[in-house]
C-alpha cells in the first residue's frame, strides 16, 4: 500500500471520528442550556475548550453565546474541526485513497458529505438542531457500518481503524481533562445538583449514561466516572478500550509486514500502564497530570505511526 | 425549418419508421410510460453524485464538481457499422504509431516531402528528447480515443485523434453500469455487447509493454494530477479497476534507475505508468521546471528502459490540429493503403489562400485553435452572431497559424428524452482504442457525447453537452 493511501485512510478516519465527536459535545452543552439557562455559558466555554478549538473561536466571536458555539462548531468553515469541515476533509482523504475503499465505504461517504453539505447549508434553528445532530450520528454509523461490512481485514482496515481509535481516545481524554475539576472528590461536594448535571454531560458527551448506569445503577459518583471513561475496557470510548485497539491494529500490521515498529512498542507501554494504574493510582498523580500525560502520548503515537510508515516521505 | 431533411437522424428514417438497429428499442420505447422513464433519468443523475462520478470545473468558487448529464436514450450501432469503423480505427491507429516511431528516428515521411519539416520541427509538441528513443515494444499511443462524427448511412468523418491523454472512458462504462440497473429488461432483449471488460483490457495492453528491466510481472500504476483535477474520478476509477495504485509525483522518486513509489513498507519498483499528466509536466528537470506533478529524472530512467511510460512522452505531434490534415497521407505512407475513415477537410490558416478563403466564407465554417480542446476558444460560424464573427476576424488574422478552419459537420441526431418526449440532438462518438505489440483492441462501444441544447453542434461536456450509452450490437 502507497504510505500517502495509509495517511489518507487514518485521517479520513480521524476526521470522520471528530465529526460525530464534536456532534456529540454539542448535544451535551445543549441539553445544559436548556435544563440549567443560567450555567449555559460557562457550559458553552467549555465545549469550545474540549473541541481544542477556543483560540480559533474567540478570533470570530467575543462572547460564548449558544448560537454562535452552535454555528462554529457545526458549519464555520474556518473552523477545521467543525462537523462541515471535518466531513469535508474526511470526504476528500476517502476520494485520495478511492482505490483502498469499497464502494459502499465510499459511496456512504460521499452521500454523509453530500446530506450534512445540504443540511449546514444554512444556520441551524434551534427547533432543527436535535433532529440535525442525530442526522450526524446516523451518517456516522452509516459509514462505520459499511466498513465493518465491506472491507477486507488487511493493512487497509487497521490504517482506519487506527485513525478512529487515536482520534477517539484523545477526544475522550479532553473531555475528562476539560471538566477534571468536577471530578476531584475534593472540591466537589457529593450529591449536590449542579455537579450531577455536569456528570451526566460527561457521560452524555460520549454517549455513556446507559452503559453506565448497566454497570452502576443510579450511582453516580465523580470516582466511577472516571473509572468508566479511564479504566473500563468494555466502554467502547474509554481510554483504555481505544488504546488496546490500537494495540490489536498496530500488532496486526506488525505480523503482516513481519518487522518491529517503533509505535508498536509506544502503542505496548501505553497499554501496561493504563492495565497497572487503579483509579485511586489516577487521582494519587492527579488526574489531570495523568490526562495531560495521556494527550501527549497519544498525540506521539500518531507522530511516530505516521513516520513508521511512511504517510509522508 | 424542419432539421430532419438536413441532417442524418440515426433513429428514424424519413418516414418515421425506425432504422433497423433502433427497431427492439423503439418497440420497447412505444410501451413505456414517458413519466417512468423521466423518474429513470433522474434516479440516475442521484446514482451518479452518490458514486461520485463528476468532473471538477476549473476557475469557479468552491471547487465546485458538476455532473456530465446522462441521457437515458441509447444511441446504437449495428454490428456491421462497427465493423467498418474498426477496420478504418485499426488503420489510422497503425499509421499514428508507425508515424511518431518515424518522427522520432529516421524521418523518412520528411524526406519524402509528404509532410513540411517545419510543421514538426516548429511544434511545440515535438519533443527533440524523444529522439532516437524507441519505447518499450515500440508502442507511443497505448490508448487512443478517436473521435467520429457521422452525417449520412455510410459517411463518418475522423474529427480528432486524441493520442497523448484520452479521457471519458470512465463514462462509457458507468453508463453502461447504470443502464443496466435502470433497464435490465431492455439488456435481455437486444443483444449488446459487453465494454465491462474494458480495465481488464487495459491492464492486459499495458503489461505487454513492460520495460527492459522488469523482473516478474509488470508491476503497473496510474499516475495523478490529484484529487482536484478535472479528470480525478477517472483516474481513480480506472486504477481501482485494474488493481493497479494510484500515484501522485511526490509518491514517486528515482531509485537505482527505477521509478519506484513510497509505500508503508518501503519504496517499489513500477513498471508501467498510465500517466495522466500532460508531457510538460512530467518531468521536471527535462521539462517545466515548476511541475510539482511529475517526477524529477524519470525521463533518464524512461531513456535507459527502466518504466514504461503509457502514452509515451511526445505523441501529441500526432493529434496536433496542424498535423491532423496531413493524417491521409501519413495513413497512405505508412500503409500504403487508402485511409478507410474520411478526414474533414481542412484548411490551415497560416496559408495565406486558405486564410483568404476562411476569412471570405467565415460564417459558413468552424475554426479551431490549433491546440485548443474541449470546445474552447472555438467559433461556430453559422451558430455565431455578428459581433461574434468581428470579435473573432480580429483574432484570426492577428495570428492566422494559430488556426484551422473545417466546412460545418452536418452531424447526425440520436434523439434525447427532452421534456415534450424524444427530440433529436447532435452527437459525436469516442470509441478507446488499446495498442499493445501483438494487438490493436477496441472495445465495442465509447463515449457517445451529445449537444443537449436543440440545434447546438457543440458536444463538449464543459459547453453543456452530455453523454449517452453507447451500444454495439452483437449477433
Redesign the interface.
Known sequence: ??????GGLFWMFRYLERSENTARLIEAGFRIALTRPDAAKDEWASVVETAGVRTAFLERHDDFDGASVIDFLLRDKANSSSVLSAIETAR?NA??V??ALT?EV??AV??SW?VLKEALRRPVREADLPGILGLIRRQSALVRGALHGTMLRN?IFDFARIGTFLERADNTARILDVKYYVLLPSISQIGSSLDNVQWETILRSVAGQRSYRWLNGTDITPRGIAEFLVLDGRMPRSLAFCVSKLSGNLSYLKKQ?G?DYACVELVEKLGAELSETSIEGVFETGLHEFLTDFLRDNAALGAQIEQD??FY? | MDDSARFFDELRKHDGTPRRPYEEFCGWFSNEDIKRLKTKSREAETFF????ITFNVYGQAEADERLIPFDIVPRIISEREWARLTKGIEQRVRAINAFLYDIYHRQEILRAGRIPQELISENDAFLPQMIGVAPPGNVYTHIVGVDLVRTGEDEFFVLEDNARTPSGVSYMLENRETMLQMFPELFSKIKVQEVSNYPTRLRRSLSACPPSKTEGAPVVAVLTPG?HNSA?FEH??L??HMG?????G??LRVIDGRIA??????YRPIDVLYRRVDDDYLDPLTFNPDSLLGVPGIMDVYRSGGITIANAPGTGIADDKAIYSYMPDIIEFYTGEKAILQNVPTWRCGDPDSLAYVLDNLDELVVKEVHGSGGYGMLVGPAASKRELAKFRAKLMAKPSNYIAQPTLALSTVPILAKEGLSPRHVDLRPFVLVSPDKIDITPGGLTRVALKKGSLVVNSSQGGGTKDTWVLGE
Open positions: 500500500m502507497l504510505g500517502k493511501t495509509a476528500n476520494r485520495l478511492r482505490t464502494r465510499w459511496e460521499n452521500e453530500m493493512d509486514y518487522h510508515f511512511r516521505g | 453524485r452518490r458514486t461520485g484529487i480525478y481513480s476509477f486504477a481501482d493497479a495504485e494510484l500515484v501522485e511526490h509518491d513509489m513510497r509505500t508503508t513498507r518501503g
